[in-house]
């Protein structure tokens, strides 16, 4: 597989087109289109790809904007929690489910906590984790409930995973998994919190 990262100025977002080197016809899907630009076009034709489809880890704009754009252009479908993202028809997925768009392999793994339909998708050993987890940070949430639902889905679903993957976010620089299990510092200090809550007393 080849991997291209092409940075989206909305949001200062990352997004993804992963494509086959063979054989023939060579394909692509395409992970987060924050905006459609020449860059994300001239991938697709300068390889002759095939679009299979395009992930959405959630349906914030900074990761969706550009696919009214690419709907345009190319015959394709929408994979995402939401049924639709933007004012567009998206092919529903839920947690835990794999499924197959030409020979890419993608399992859906829901991440709540940064919105209600987050998702990580693990293709081979790359994780796609648009703004669930990130080199060193958690998604934000609005609310300490939301905080721990993510940090419980992704210790039990992500960090449980065995053997090491490539984080590639939806903003900032990848990273691996086992860098992650040992130096994220927002898990760390989250758990930190919760374990002097639960050892904290008061005498009455």
Same mark, same amino acid.
């Given at each position: 597989?080849?991997?291209?990262?092409?940075?989206?100025?909305?949001?200062?977002?990352?997004?993804?087109?992963?494509?086959?080197?063979?054989?023939?016809?060579?394909?692509?899907?395409?992970?987060?289109?924050?905006?459609?630009?020449?860059?994300?076009?001239?991938?697709?034709?300068?390889?002759?790809?095939?679009?299979?489809?395009?992930?959405?880890?959630?349906?914030?704009?900074?990761?969706?904007?550009?696919?009214?754009?690419?709907?345009?252009?190319?015959?394709?479908?929408?994979?995402?929690?939401?049924?639709?993202?933007?004012?567009?028809?998206?092919?529903?997925?839920?947690?835990?489910?794999?499924?197959?768009?030409?020979?890419?392999?993608?399992?859906? &793994? $829901?991440?709540? %906590?940064?919105? /209600?339909?987050?998702?990580?998708? *693990?293709?081979?050993?790359?994780?796609?984790? +648009? !703004?669930?987890?990130?080199?060193?940070?958690?998604?934000?949430? &609005? $609310?300490?409930? %939301?905080?721990? /639902?993510?940090?419980?889905?992704? *210790?039990?679903?992500?960090?449980?995973?065995? +053997? !090491?993957?490539?984080?590639?976010?939806?903003?900032?620089?990848?990273?691996?998994?086992?860098?992650?299990?040992?130096?994220?510092?927002?898990?760390?200090?989250?758990?930190?919190?919760?374990?002097?809550?639960?050892?904290?007393?008061?005498?009455?």
């Amino acid at each position: 597989m080849r991997l291209y990262f092409n940075y989206c100025p909305l949001g200062f977002s990352n997004c993804y087109i992963l494509g086959t080197q063979e054989p023939e016809p060579l394909e692509a899907i395409i992970i987060d289109p924050g905006n459609m630009d020449a860059n994300i076009l001239g991938r697709i034709e300068d390889n002759n790809y095939k679009l299979r489809g395009i992930l959405l880890t959630h349906d914030h704009s900074d990761h969706a904007m550009g696919i009214r754009t690419i709907l345009k252009i190319y015959d394709t479908e929408i994979f995402a929690i939401n049924p639709v993202v933007r004012e567009c028809r998206t092919t529903k997925v839920r947690d835990g489910e794999t499924f197959t768009l030409g020979t890419f392999k993608v399992e859906v &793994i $829901s991440i709540p %906590g940064h919105s /209600a339909d987050s998702a990580v998708f *693990r293709i081979g050993r790359l994780l796609f984790t +648009g !703004d669930a987890l990130s080199a060193g940070f958690m998604g934000t949430t &609005i $609310s300490s409930y %939301g905080a721990a /639902a993510q940090v419980n889905s992704l *210790r039990s679903k992500i960090f449980s995973l065995p +053997g !090491d993957y490539t984080i590639l976010p939806g903003h900032g620089p990848p990273t691996t998994l086992e860098a992650e299990r040992r130096f994220n510092l927002d898990l760390n200090t989250f758990e930190e919190r919760q374990n002097r809550r639960q050892t904290f007393k008061v005498d009455l």
